[in-house]
């Protein structure tokens, strides 16, 4: 599945005003447990690999990066469901997965809370509040097929919420708090 969405980082107040506007169609707990290849094969491959649990059910889910523009980016993304929440992935199963021969480490998790919301059909607004290594962030995406509304910009560009500048992902923040430096 290819993904293309819109992304910004956000403050708490600003957070909350968003999460005041519209009208969720979901809010789910989710878990992202995110692996890393020794080599460091994963990132040189731009791919990141994690297990997201949501409500007991694991779904290992690789994404591609394949494009990114300022706040614009695209990712292929395949899912798998899974039994468990293994510390290990062999080389096996990661190259099943990614086609990259590497093995996998377990490094950590981080913790969401999403609100969703169907603005139309092919434009889903997704407000995370996301949790992890003693950290809160808050973070607003907009996953979209053709392109996003005008109207639907202009309402977060009256809460001071532009989409003019690259936004890290959930995996590289992570990773740079867990590193504790941010050029990863």
């Known amino acids: 599945m290819l993904e293309t969405e819109l ?18 169609d979901s809010i789910k707990d989710q878990t992202n447990s995110y692996y890393i290849s ?36 695209i990712s292929e993304e395949s899912e798998f469901e899974i039994d468990a929440i293994p510390m290990e992935l062999a080389e096996f199963d990661v190259y099943k997965y990614t086609g990259v021969k590497t093995t ?22 997704c ?7 003693g950290l809160t962030d ?14 639907l910009l202009d309402t977060f560009a009256s809460i001071d919420v532009l989409f003019n500048t690259p936004c890290k992902g959930k995996f590289s923040r992570f990773m740079g708090r867990l590193l504790g430096w941010r050029g990863w």
């Open 138 to 151: 808050y973070e607003i995406e907009i996953e979209y097929r053709k392109s996003v509304p005008q109207e």
């Open 38 to 73: 020794p080599d460091n094969i994963l990132k040189k491959h731009d791919i990141t690999l994690r297990i997201r649990t949501i409500d007991n059910t694991h779904i290992l889910q690789v994404k591609k990066h394949t494009g990114k523009n300022g706040a614009l980016q």
């Open 7 to 24: 992304k910004a980082m956000l403050t708490e107040n600003q957070f909350d005003k968003i999460r005041d506007i519209f009208k969720w």
């Open 104 to 125: 996998a480490s377990l490094i950590g998790d981080l913790t969401t809370t999403r609100y969703s919301s169907f603005y139309t059909p092919e434009v889903e607004i």
């Open 127 to 133: 407000l995370d509040k996301s949790i992890y290594l």
